[in-house]
C-alpha cells in the first residue's frame, strides 16, 4: 500500500494557494476541471513524487467551510482493490462505497475519519459481488 494523499475542500481557492505554494512552498503538481461537476481539483506537494495535498475547490460554495466538513479523506494506492476489499471486511470493516468501478472504494477509521482506497494503474474489470453491492452511509 502507498499513501497518495489527503484531501481537504477550500473555500477560495487563490488564498488557499497563495498560502500552500507562496508562503509553504509546496509545488502544484496537476489540475484538474470538472465543469460537469461544478469543481475543481489541485494537487500540491512538497517533492514531485511525494504524498499530495489535493485542494477540492466547490465552485458553488457559498461560505466557508465548518471544521471537519472541510477534511475530506486520506487516500492509499492498493494492488488489488478486490483484494484489499475483500480482507478489511474479513477483518470486520464495512466497506462503504464498494469498488463497483474497479477503482475505487471508501472505509471509515473509528473516529470517522474517511479512507480511499484506489486501484494501482487501470481500473479492473467489474467483478460480483462488489459491482451490485449497495453503497452504505457517508464516506
Known amino acids: 500500500m502507498k499513501f497518495l494523499h489527503t484531501m481537504i475542500r477550500v473555500y477560495d481557492l487563490q488564498k488557499s494557494l497563495h498560502f500552500f505554494v507562496n508562503q509553504l512552498g509546496l509545488i502544484e503538481t496537476r489540475r484538474k476541471e470538472v465543469p460537469a461537476g461544478r469543481f475543481t481539483l489541485v494537487f500540491l506537494a512538497a517533492q514531485k513524487d511525494g504524498p499530495e495535498i489535493e485542494l477540492t475547490y466547490n465552485w458553488d460554495q457559498t461560505e466557508p467551510y465548518t471544521i471537519g466538513r472541510n477534511f475530506g479523506h486520506l487516500a492509499f494506492e492498493v494492488d488489488d482493490i ?52 449497495p453503497n452504505h452511509g457517508e464516506w
Open 82 to 133: 478486490y483484494q484489499t476489499c475483500q480482507q478489511l471486511q474479513e477483518k470486520g470493516v464495512t466497506i462503504l462505497r464498494p469498488p463497483k468501478d474497479g477503482h475505487m472504494a471508501f472505509i471509515r477509521s473509528p473516529d470517522q475519519i474517511s479512507v480511499e482506497l484506489l486501484q494501482k494503474g487501470e481500473s479492473l474489470p467489474a467483478q460480483q459481488p462488489w459491482a451490485s453491492m
